[in-house]
């Protein structure tokens, strides 16, 4: 039963400091991804990462960056947050070109 | 890169109508189409999907067509349950692995 964890389901931080979201899979999957959700614009995709210290820019990468050191672990980074960055982001992994399987979340507010 | 358009935003049924959504799709490179449906306050789940090579596939209730000519593809629910209550989305894969989604439509069933 694959499983994909998020390092916090809430988290309020401050415009300016910068945030980590992390992401951990443990079914070996090789791909993972970010996405944002937001109400009426569904799920947009930030960044992913098809292998270790891989990366690809997704259609909203501004503001973002990523890190993936090892394979099961693929972090989101903020590095100056913004209040237009209050969001709903999900993580997700899969095995080629098949099933994404998603994180619970981390809802994100920056006041 | 990809664009995936999808319709209707919101659409509510009475217990035991069909329900259809549909989407279209602008990469004739993409080649699989997975549906995904998201409960409240839970993360996206796959329900059904469907490859380029076939033109339909069903599960029980559920049922996808692909048209790749027209660059369409629908979700057909029969039977529809309170339970199946939720947002939808569809997505088309771009650039391999990474899925691009629509912008979602919630599904109301009232009994």
């Given at each position: 039963?694959?499983?994909?964890?998020?390092?916090?389901?809430?988290?309020?931080?401050?415009?300016?400091?910068?945030?980590?979201?992390?992401?951990?899979?443990?079914?070996?999957?090789?791909?993972?991804?970010?996405?944002?959700?937001?109400?009426?614009?569904?799920?947009?995709?930030?960044?992913?990462?098809?292998?270790?210290?891989?990366?690809?820019?997704?259609?909203?990468?501004?503001?973002?960056?990523?890190?993936?050191?090892?394979?099961?672990?693929?972090?989101?980074?903020?590095?100056?947050?913004?209040t237009n960055?209050?969001?709903?982001?999900?993580?997700?992994?899969?095995?080629?070109k098949?099933?994404?399987?998603?994180?619970?979340?981390?809802?994100?507010?920056?006041? | 890169?990809?664009?995936?358009?999808?319709?209707?935003?919101?659409?509510?049924?009475?217990?035991?109508?069909?329900?259809?959504?549909?989407?279209?799709?602008?990469?004739?490179?993409?080649?699989?189409?997975?549906?995904?449906?998201?409960?409240?306050?839970?993360?996206?789940?796959?329900?059904?999907?469907?490859?380029?090579?076939?033109?339909?596939?069903?599960?029980?209730?559920?049922?996808?067509?692909?048209?790749?000519?027209?660059?369409?593809?629908?979700?057909?629910?029969?039977?529809?349950?309170?339970?199946?209550?939720?947002?939808?989305?569809?997505?088309?894969?771009?650039?391999?692995?990474?899925?691009?989604?629509?912008k979602?439509?919630?599904?109301?069933?009232?009994?």
């Amino acid at each position: 039963d694959v499983k994909v964890t998020q390092s916090s389901r809430y988290l309020v931080k401050r415009t300016g400091e910068k945030v980590f979201l992390e992401c951990v899979q443990d079914m070996d999957h090789e791909n993972m991804f970010w996405y944002r959700q937001d109400p009426g614009l569904g799920l947009r995709l930030i960044y992913f990462s098809y292998d270790v210290k891989m990366k690809e820019k997704g259609d909203i990468p501004e503001g973002y960056s990523v890190s993936r050191e090892k394979k099961e672990r693929f972090s989101l980074i903020l590095e100056s947050a913004s209040t237009n960055q209050t969001s709903m982001y999900l993580c997700a992994s899969s095995l080629g070109k098949g099933e994404q399987f998603f994180g619970p979340g981390t809802r994100l507010t920056v006041l | 890169g990809e664009n995936v358009e999808q319709h209707p935003s919101t659409l509510s049924v009475q217990e035991g109508d069909s329900a259809v959504i549909k989407c279209t799709y602008s990469d004739s490179a993409s080649n699989y189409f997975p549906w995904y449906k998201q409960e409240l306050g839970k993360r996206p789940q796959l329900i059904i999907d469907i490859r380029s090579n076939v033109g339909e596939k069903k599960d029980q209730r559920i049922a996808v067509t692909l048209n790749k000519t027209a660059k369409h593809f629908s979700l057909h629910i029969t039977e529809t349950q309170p339970e199946d209550s939720a947002v939808y989305f569809c997505a088309a894969n771009q650039a391999g692995t990474a899925l691009i989604f629509g912008k979602g439509t919630t599904l109301s069933v009232s009994s």
